[in-house]
């Protein structure tokens, strides 16, 4: 309708919810990629803030519209590990999706947080978000 009357802010608008919409709809296709296909992992040695970076740049737009701040506190020392991007990736998309709608427009603060442990040999992904929650079950 926008492209038809040449509204550039309805088109702006449209253009809005598609682009979110298609971004949801790669992240359920590459889900369904993942699961259809058997369980190998293809590990090859990735810094996880590779990966991370990427989660972050595909969330961007839509975190921007809603005026919500998405922050990657990545170890920089972190090495790099054995990672299978393509089995990780869906799973950090979700996250992100998950806590992008459970933050209050122009209040939210997502934070990907990926320390690593030198001794143990051991990275740990975290998505921590300042929404409010599900509450208790009772």
């Known amino acids: 309708m926008g492209l038809k009357s040449n509204n550039i802010q309805q088109i702006s608008k449209g ?4 682009d979110r919409n298609l971004q949801k709809i790669y992240s359920l296709t590459m889900n369904l990629l993942q699961y259809s296909k058997a369980a ?3 590990l ?5 803030r590779v990966l ?8 961007a737009t839509a ?13 920089p020392h972190h090495p790099a590990i054995p990672l299978d991007p393509d089995g990780m990736h869906p799973g950090a998309d979700e996250l992100l999706s998950n806590a ?3 933050v ?12 690593y442990d030198n001794e143990a040999k051991a990275s740990v992904l975290e998505v921590v978000d ?3 929650g599900h509450p208790a079950a009772g």
């Open 104 to 115: 209050e427009p122009k209040q939210g603060l997502i934070r990907v947080i990926c320390p």
């Open 52 to 59: 991370i970076d990427d989660c972050v740049e595909l969330i």
């Open 63 to 75: 975190a921007t519209e809603k005026g919500v701040m998405v922050v990657a506190d990545i170890d």
């Open 40 to 42: 190998r992992a293809k």
């Open 100 to 102: 992008l709608d459970a």
């Open 130 to 132: 300042n929404g409010v």
């Open 44 to 48: 090859e040695p990735i810094n996880p």
């Open 15 to 18: 253009w809005r919810v598609a």
